[in-house]
């Protein structure tokens, strides 16, 4: 999921990150930024709770900002949920 969820960032599809994300904790909207670029994405831990119905995943994600050309790198642990045998982004930790 969190794969997915990146590529769909580096391809500006905001259809796939409202569909992914948990509905008790997604936004109404969702406005991406034509200027970042995202360049790479490093899993660091990922885990799943023994009931499998729910997991973290931390990760590194390179991106350049395109005005400024300046490279960054954002780290976030993230929350997912499986609900019906599908995974859901629920929120940063």
Request: glycine letters at 8%; zero cysteines; a negative charge.
């Amino acid at each position: 999921m969190m794969r997915s969820r990146f590529t769909a960032f580096a391809l500006g599809d905001a259809r796939h990150l409202i569909d992914t994300w948990f509905p008790g904790t997604r936004p109404d909207g969702l406005s991406l930024d034509d200027a970042v670029t995202w360049m790479r994405l490093d899993i660091l831990s990922a885990n799943t709770s023994e009931d499998g119905r729910s997991g973290r995943v931390r990760f590194r994600a390179h991106w350049v900002d395109g005005d400024a050309g300046d490279p960054h790198v954002m780290e976030e642990d993230s929350r997912f949920v499986r609900r019906s045998g599908v995974w859901y982004y629920v929120s940063a930790v």
